[in-house]
């Protein structure tokens, strides 16, 4: 089936304790990125990627970092972890950076920072 | 720059009336327009999407947008309202030769009233 995995689906931690979401997808696409969903505010992309060792900042890149050594897999990774950073996280895919792509979604990783 | 207003943040129906969800956008070029659905604590799905073809698009599960150039407008429409439409929805830009290429609208939370 084809599809976008994150794990974990729920994680609470506390300020500082560096953490990791893993996102792989099985589509063999190109593209991969990663948004951040608040209240009110919509999606918001955190940082994408264009192919193997390509990644670029998105609209919020502040406090993630990211990395694609894999086509597949494109963590998230937060070094220090703030209250502010407690969100609902999307990784997505699509199979180019073409406009018309769909965009295709993980189930969603809820994040609590203490 | 590009930007998407969902005008509305809840829409309230009864069960077999028709749904009416609005949205606005604003592009410097021609850009491909989506509407994604999110049901409870479930990842986003596209409904359909705006390529430049045809004005009028229909996607799943009996929802159609037309996209209007002359207002900017990408309004999601439904004839008869059902329960299990109850979810958020938001439209989305996608214009790559934007800063920001994928701009997601801040959602509108359908209800059904049975």
New interface residues.
Partial sequence: EAQ?TQNPRYLITVTGKKLTVTCSQNMNHEYM?W?RQDP??????IY?SMNVEVTDK??VPEGYKVSRKEKRNFPLILESPSPNQTSLY?C?SSLA????D??Y????TRLTVL | AQSVTQLDSHVSVSEGTPVLLRCNYSSSYSPSLFWYVQHPNKGLQLLLKYTSAATLVKGINGFEAEFKKSETSFHLTKPSAHMSDAAEYFCVVSDYSSASKIIFGSGTRLSIRP
Wanted: glycine share 20%.
């Fill in positions: 976008v990125s948004y009110g505010l919509g999606l918001r992309q994408y998105g609209d999307f997505a950076l073409v406009e018309t769909t965009q979604f993980g189930p969603g």
